[in-house]
């Protein structure tokens, strides 16, 4: 599935905001992804490095978890 620029994501948040409210800190992925976006040039590796090593297998498990029966239907064609 191709990725859809951070206004897209940030509107369909908006638009479901009961579905985005049971995404742990649903506002600071969004916000990580503008940052790497617009200031890549004065990214701290560390720091981005430090936000993936801690937090994204459970945000992947999370949307595996809303996504239900679509995300398990993905992974066993081998998409992630």
Not at 2 to 23: F, K, L, Y
Not at 42 to 55: C, F, I, M, S, Y
Not at 73 to 79: H, V
């Amino acid at each position: 599935m191709p990725c859809r620029p951070p206004s897209a994501r940030a509107a369909s948040c908006r638009a479901d905001t009961t579905t985005a409210t049971t995404v742990p800190d649903y506002p600071r992925p969004v916000a990580l992804c503008n940052v790497l976006v617009r200031a890549y040039a004065t990214v701290n590796d560390k720091l981005v490095w430090g936000v993936v090593d801690q937090h994204l297998i459970p945000l992947c498990e999370r949307m595996r978890m809303l996504l239900g029966p679509a995300a398990t239907a993905r992974q066993s064609r081998g998409m992630q």
